[in-house]
Every structure is written in structure tokens, then in C-alpha cells.
């Protein structure tokens, strides 16, 4: 069974449009996040929310925005996507300290 | 803020070669600290975490010891295969009692590559 998957793996889209990423966790964790991994691997926080409340807001433009409907799912919509969105998004979860993270096997999203 | 920093990569290894891959980092308290590995096309694993000073954490023949003294997490193998191929990330979370939820802030990321 998978921990946490992501749906989709690739999204090719133009600029200006709107999508969305979703994330389902099934191993009861309370915490999930989204990061982002830019074209040099360099992976920083965006969100994250806990038991559906939004705990870390990194600075991340107001065209992202996450939403949690329950506990074991995180989605990220994207609105007026840019060249520069083009990267690999991973959501992950975990429980409680030391927090070990338990990654998704990310989305690959290219703006043309 | 915190803040990881790895050896500049990328590394270039023969199998049976011994790696080390150096990270040090910045932070208040006492965080929590991990290596994570991404293997081509794949999301990030856990490889190994050690949550207080002169820890050890171990995985997989991997080896890192959290060192206060020297802000550092160096990680260790001693004999790496072809299938070690990846990239390493250090990384670190705020300990318990902190308020940033496990937020994970990593290193740039080791690219390894061994060849036969």
C-alpha cells in the first residue's frame, strides 16, 4: 500500500492556466506539507497544515493556495500558472516530534 | 533562521570506495536531524535521523553522529555500491517543544554517483 501518493506524476500545462495537485496520506499522521524542489534539487517548505489547519505559510506567491478537506488529504491549486512554477512538488506527512517526514513521489509540473 | 549546509557535490565514486559527505548546520536549540535519499525519478526516503547530541543513527550500512560540538552530521559509508547512486540531503527539523511543526529545512543536496 502506498504511504502517500500524489496525483498527477506529470502536469504539462500553459501559462495563465489553473491547476490542481492532490495528496492522500494513509498512515494517520495529523501533520502534511507541501514542498517544492526547483531545477537544482534545492527543496524548500511551502505549506503545511495540521489536523487541517494551516501552520506554516512560507513565502509562497497568493496564486497557491492549499486546501485540506480532512486530515489525510492536502491539495494544491495553482492559479495564472508561470514559467517560473515549472518544478517537482512533493507533499509529505508525519506524526508527532521528531517528525520523520514520509514523502510522496512527487509531481513534475512544467509550464510551456 | 536555520540553515544546512552540504559538501559540494556532485561525488564521483568507484564500488568498494569509502564516502563521506559533510553537512553542518545552523540552529537554535536542539534539532532533530536527518539524511534523506532520492533515487533518479523518485520521491525522498528517510535513510537515517538522530534526535539528540552523540546519537547515532544507521541504515542500510550509512552512518551519521550528531555532533553538538561541531554543529555536524556527517554521513558515512564504508564500502559504496553502484546501487548508492542518489541524491543525499542533510536536514533538520526543530525539536520537540518547538513551534514549526517539523517543518524540514534541507541542504542543497549531494549528487553521489559510483561506478564499477
Known amino acids: 500500500d502506498t504511504a502517500v501518493s500524489q496525483t498527477p506524476k506529470y502536469l504539462v500545462t500553459q501559462m495563465g492556466n489553473d491547476k490542481s495537485i492532490k495528496c492522500e496520506q494513509n498512515?494517520?499522521?495529523?501533520?502534511m506539507y507541501w514542498y517544492k524542489q526547483d531545477s537544482k534539487k534545492f527543496l524548500k517548505i511551502m505549506f503545511s497544515?495540521?489536523?487541517?489547519?494551516?501552520?506554516i505559510n512560507e513565502t509562497v506567491p497568493n496564486r497557491f493556495s492549499p486546501k485540506s478537506p480532512d486530515k489525510a488529504h492536502l491539495n494544491l491549486h495553482i492559479n495564472s500558472l508561470e514559467l517560473g512554477d515549472s518544478a517537482v512538488y512533493f507533499c509529505?506527512?508525519?506524526?508527532?516530534?521528531?517528525?520523520?517526514?514520509?514523502f510522496g513521489p512527487g509531481t513534475r509540473l512544467t509550464v510551456t | 533562521g536555520d540553515s544546512v549546509t552540504q559538501m559540494e557535490g556532485p561525488v564521483t565514486l568507484s564500488e568498494e570506495a569509502f564516502l563521506t559527505i559533510n553537512c553542518t548546520y545552523t540552529?537554535?536549540?536542539?534539532?532533530?536531524l536527518f539524511w534523506y535519499v532520492q533515487y533518479p525519478g523518485e520521491g525522498l526516503q528517510l535513510l537515517l535521523k538522530?534526535?539528540?547530541?552523540?546519537d547515532k543513527g544507521s541504515n542500510k550500512g550509512f552512518e551519521a553522529t550528531y555532533r553538538k560540538e561541531t554543529t555536524s552530521f556527517h554521513l558515512e559509508k564504508g564500502s559504496v555500491q553502484v546501487s548508492d547512486s542518489a541524491v543525499y540531503f542533510c536536514?533538520?527539523?526543530?525539536?520537540?517543544?518547538?513551534?514549526?511543526?517539523?517543518?524540514?529545512?534541507f541542504g542543497q543536496g549531494t549528487i553521489l554517483t559510483v561506478h564499477p
Open positions: 538522530a534526535t539528540k547530541a552523540d
Open positions: 540552529a537554535t536549540g536542539y534539532p532533530s
Open positions: 498512515l494517520g499522521h495529523d501533520t
Open positions: 509529505a506527512s508525519s506524526a508527532l516530534p521528531p517528525y520523520e517526514q514520509y
Open positions: 497544515y495540521n489536523n487541517k489547519e494551516l501552520i
Open positions: 536536514a533538520l527539523t526543530e525539536g520537540a517543544g518547538g513551534t514549526s511543526y517539523g517543518k524540514l529545512t
